[in-house]
């Protein structure tokens, strides 16, 4: 049975607000002292997908969370044609009313006047060119990639490139065109999960390359961190796809939990994108920092497995006809999970159910966006702890000595009594 809209809805969104609260402050304790943040992706305008970057709200999250700048660009604009002029145009208005929090890149499509309008925005102010090959249709083999990546070279600003779902590898075409124009500075989105594994091979070590942490899941930031040096790290949010404190809170966790110091997380978070924006030398890349491995409460295991059912659901507006958020509410109530905030990881499943379960029945795309986004916040904070709650350290007295001892499982991935070992190689 459905909920009814209407007073309920309120005051589950009214819970999602405290809830989200809590992760505000666990948050602040986890960043480093007087780190200076900084969101390397997100968006301004509206989507051909009906998808709304709205100033105010993003001016109000940057503030919220003491964000002190950003790169912004519009998103794929329902008068993108011709070559995303009309967007970019209010991309610049938008950082000009922004008192300079905004850092304006332009964006182009290969298919329409590229070199053109990179100049004709990059003369008017833009400080980056942004580009998005599956929304775009056009493969990175594209030789008319190589005069925009010259372009950007020669007026010293970066490139960000849609590295998320829906792309084919792409990594040794961008390395070409990289190693074709010295002094580029290309930046990876989306942790680059469409090729994660050739971008580590292929990218990590070599200046001038950064990848964002705008991804859904701890693990692919677990995997970015274990196989590229943090200082070629971005965070990024991908507003309005993108919500903090769930962007920030899964890069701090992810990088957390990979071992990353509070000097290194801080250029992870601020310094390395600042001193990209004011084009200032930049800190030489390190050594990777992270497990080949995690362990995890194989309860939260679980979690996480629900959860990554039910996100693509609710990001596509279908119904969750198959429950996966009940089993992700009967997982959590595992008893073994003594270390971890049970109430509140089951109200936040049970708040986020009973908003996406509301969402037909809203009558406004106000009410649904609300709806939607909280779930959506919910549910991407509640797999982040359960992908970075740690094993809980052996109780003083174990009580299953008489048993008798398990043989252990001829797997490289080992799944405890109690615990799920992942391997990360090769992810």
Not at 126 to 141: N, T, V
Not at 233 to 242: A, E, F, K, R, T
Not at 313 to 339: C, F, I, P, Y
Not at 393 to 410: F, L, V
């Amino acid at each position: 049975m459905r909920p009814v809209p209407g007073p309920r809805i309120a005051d589950h969104l009214d819970r999602t607000d405290a809830l989200v609260r809590e992760f505000d402050e666990e948050l602040r304790l986890q960043l480093p002292a007087g780190a200076e943040l900084f969101d390397a992706h997100v968006h301004v305008g509206r989507g051909s997908d009906g998808m709304i970057a709205d100033l105010p709200e993003l001016l109000e999250m940057l503030d919220r969370y003491g964000i002190s700048r950003a790169f912004a660009f519009c998103l794929d604009e329902p008068d993108r044609e011709p070559a995303f002029r009309a967007g970019n145009d209010r991309t610049r208005a938008h950082a000009r009313a922004s008192a300079g929090r905004l850092v304006p890149f332009a964006r182009l499509d290969l298919n329409d006047e590229p070199v053109a309008e990179a100049r004709r925005s990059l003369v008017r102010g833009a400080r980056g060119i942004k580009l998005h090959p599956r929304a775009q249709s056009f493969g990175l083999d594209d030789e008319r990639l190589g005069p925009v990546f010259a372009v950007a070279a020669e007026h010293g600003v970066p490139i960000l490139i849609h590295g998320g779902h829906g792309l084919p590898p792409i990594t040794p075409a961008l390395r070409r065109f990289v190693d074709a124009h010295p002094g580029t500075q290309l930046i990876v989105a989306h942790a680059g999960v469409a090729d994660l594994d050739a971008f580590a091979r292929l990218f990590a070590g070599v200046p001038g390359v950064f990848f964002d942490t705008s991804t859904w899941s701890a693990l692919d930031l677990i995997a970015l961190f274990a196989r590229v040096p943090a200082e070629q790290i971005l965070h990024g949010s991908d507003y309005p796809y993108g919500q903090q404190p769930s962007s920030l809170f899964v890069a701090v966790r992810a990088a957390r939990s990979c071992g990353l110091d509070d000097r290194r997380l801080g250029g992870v978070l601020g310094e390395t994108a600042n001193r990209i924006a004011n084009g200032e030398a930049l800190a030489e890349p390190t050594t990777p920092v992270g497990p080949a491995s995690i362990e995890q409460p194989l309860a939260l295991a679980r979690v996480h497995q629900y959860l990554s059912m039910a996100a693509p659901l609710l990001w596509t507006q279908r119904r969750d006809s198959v429950g996966v958020l009940d089993l992700a509410v009967t997982a959590s109530a595992d008893e073994s999970l003594d270390h971890v905030d049970l109430d509140r990881l089951r109200s936040m499943l049970e708040t986020a159910r009973f908003l996406w379960r509301a969402i037909p029945d809203l009558e406004t795309y106000a009410e649904k966006r609300a709806a939607a986004r909280a779930a959506i916040q919910l549910i991407q904070l509640a797999d982040v702890v359960a992908i970075t709650t740690p094993v809980a350290a052996p109780r003083p007295a174990d009580t299953r000595r008489d048993r008798p001892e398990r043989q252990p499982w001829p797997v490289s991935a080992a799944v405890g009594l109690a615990s799920l070992s992942i391997c990360m190689n090769g992810v």
